[in-house]
């Protein structure tokens, strides 16, 4: 396996000079496999591992002539080996480097956000535990429907969260492939056996079929994932960011000594981070469309994918990153208000029952159509007056030829809805046990 840099943030992976490092590791790695085949002389090998290097002032000193990175790069380390540099990229593309090096910096990174999503899932899965019985009022189409409790929304969000990781591991993997086999592919000019050892040192995989370049629907793959990752916690932000407003007023986000959430209102409290969530999931869709246009390619290979994946590799894995970074802060420092929970319930006067009351005509003898009917007719006369449902219930005379007022009074329970909230947790997996 490659010795890497440590990687205390996700910039690191897409230093130049983490990249250069990688070039030279795939260089040597090649003469190694050379070496093995005897076109290498031992000697020369040694000489090679032990005098190999690279100035990054050096290599773009000698770009400004070449106009050409891998070439510039090879040049200033022939500069420290001397003679048996002629044994370093032989046989290679300049993409044989790029690609291979490209896969172990998104194989990086994808390790790095596989530990931030560890990090929000155990987030996500606190935050399910401690609000489990948390009742809260359930919006369909942004009006009132029934009770659900905010614990269940995050295990909703936990058990997304598995997914994207998931698919996060696959499109790794997938991601996880090198290429050492000369300008079109054909190894003419390089043994498959050199792309074995290269790939195997590294701790790739070699591409089975490549042209001149590893296809690029690996890269769209990849990028599709962390942008489909975005999504959900764009979806997750939106969510916490409709609670928080001042009509609704169920949650709030951190809001620490001294911030200020207005230049001209000093009363505001705004939920800037769920708002700067979003707007970066906008981005990563941006950049997963970009990925995708760059898998059409004329022949085996132009260049017009490359100075878009400079922006977008670099870029997507960064954004994602951080937005999952502060999706954790957000859900970790979220202030949660059971009490206003409760009073948005009650501002239906009990119209959430409805379902529940039209079940129980029916268990007492009424058509579906019929029941709906006697149901709806006193639920809509609740909300027009703004007074007790279970009270209209009780007054109308049908209801009350089928049900008794202790029936219809049991009725009204919150319980109900909250009677499956443990079953649901055992098959999301979250139990009290981190086992």
């Known amino acids: 396996m490659i010795k890497r840099y440590t990687l ?25 496999g050379w070496a093995r085949l005897g076109r290498v002389p031992a000697a020369a090998l040694e000489n090679i591992k032990a005098k190999a290097a690279f100035s990054w002032e050096r290599v773009q000193e000698i770009e400004k002539t070449t106009n050409h990175d891998v070439l510039a790069f090879t040049t200033n380390v022939a500069e420290y080996v001397g003679d048996d540099a002629k044994y370093i990229h032989l046989g290679l593309t300049s993409s044989d480097v790029l690609d291979t090096a490209l896969a172990l910096q998104l194989t990086a990174a994808a390790d790095i956000l596989l530990g931030r999503l560890d990090e929000l899932a155990a ?7 401690a609000h489990k019985y948390t009742l809260q009022i359930g919006r369909t189409h942004g009006i009132h429907a029934e009770p659900v409790t905010f614990g269940l929304k995050f295990a909703l969000w936990f058990c997304e969260m598995k997914r994207q990781r998931e698919r996060l591991v696959h499109a790794r993997e997938d991601i996880r492939t090198g ?23 590294l701790g790739l995989n070699a591409a089975p079929v490549s042209t001149q370049i590893i296809q690029r629907d690996r890269h769209a793959f990849f990028v599709m994932t962390l942008a489909g990752i975005g999504a959900t916690l764009e979806k997750i932000a939106t969510e916490l960011r409709n ?59 132009d260049i017009s994918h490359s100075s878009a994946e400079r922006v977008i590799l670099p870029d997507a894995t960064i954004a994602l990153d951080y937005m999952l970074a502060k999706t954790t802060a957000l859900i970790r420092g979220l202030r949660v208000y059971p ?22 005509l029916v268990d007492k003898g009424l058509s579906r159509e019929d029941a709906y009917a006697l149901t709806q007719k006193n639920a809509m006369a609740a909300w027009e007056n703004q007074s007790s449902f279970c009270d209209y219930a009780l007054a109308d005379a049908e209801i009350a030829q089928r049900l008794s007022g202790e029936e219809i009074k049991a009725l009204f329970d919150y319980a109900y809805h909250t009677a499956q909230v443990d079953e649901i947790f055992r098959r999301a997996g979250l139990t009290e046990s981190k086992a």
């Not at 987030?123 to 535990?129: G, H, K, S, T």
């Not at 290429?179 to 040192?201: L, Y």
């Open 8 to 32: 205390p943030e996700m910039g690191r992976v897409w230093t130049d000079e983490y990249r250069l490092q990688l070039w030279l590791r795939i260089e040597i790695a090649a003469c190694e």
């Open 243 to 301: 609670l928080q407003r001042t009509d609704i007023g169920e949650v709030e986000e951190s809001f620490s000594k001294g911030q200020k959430g207005s230049s001209a209102m000093p009363h505001k409290k705004n939920p800037i981070t769920g708002e700067r969530i979003c707007g970066m999931a906008r981005l990563l869709r941006g950049y997963a469309l970009t990925a995708l246009e760059n898998v059409a390619l004329w022949h085996e290979r």
């Open 339 to 360: 009490e206003q929970m409760q009073a948005n319930i009650e501002k239906t006067h009990g119209l959430i029952f409805s379902q529940r009351l039209m079940l129980a």
């Open 123 to 129: 987030a996500l899965r606190e935050q399910a535990l």
């Open 179 to 201: 290429k050492i086999s000369g300008a079109v592919g054909t190894f003419a000019n390089v043994d498959p056996r050199v792309e074995e050892h290269v790939c195997r040192t």
